[in-house]
């Protein structure tokens, strides 16, 4: 809760850039891959991703992305 994250994943790419605050955990989905729900820190929308669709905004990856 409130770690800053980017949005990694490639559907994200046209729609999405910033910075999101994770604001809460969601169940696994059905590969067992955990699932959060993250707000936008400008505009305050939300949106439900997995895992593997975020990155930790202070990461050399997360840096390379956008």
Known sequence: ???LVHAA?????DRTSG???IV?????????E???RIRDTLSGA???VGESE???AGTK???QDH
């Open 24 to 32: 809460r955990l969601m169940p696994e989905n059905s590969s067992g």
């Open 46 to 48: 939300q949106r439900a």
């Open 61 to 63: 990856q997360a840096r």
């Open 34 to 36: 955990l699932g959060y």
């Open 9 to 13: 994943a490639a559907h994200f790419a």
């Open 54 to 56: 975020i990155r930790a």
């Open 1 to 3: 809760m409130g770690q």
């Open 19 to 21: 910075t999101y605050e």
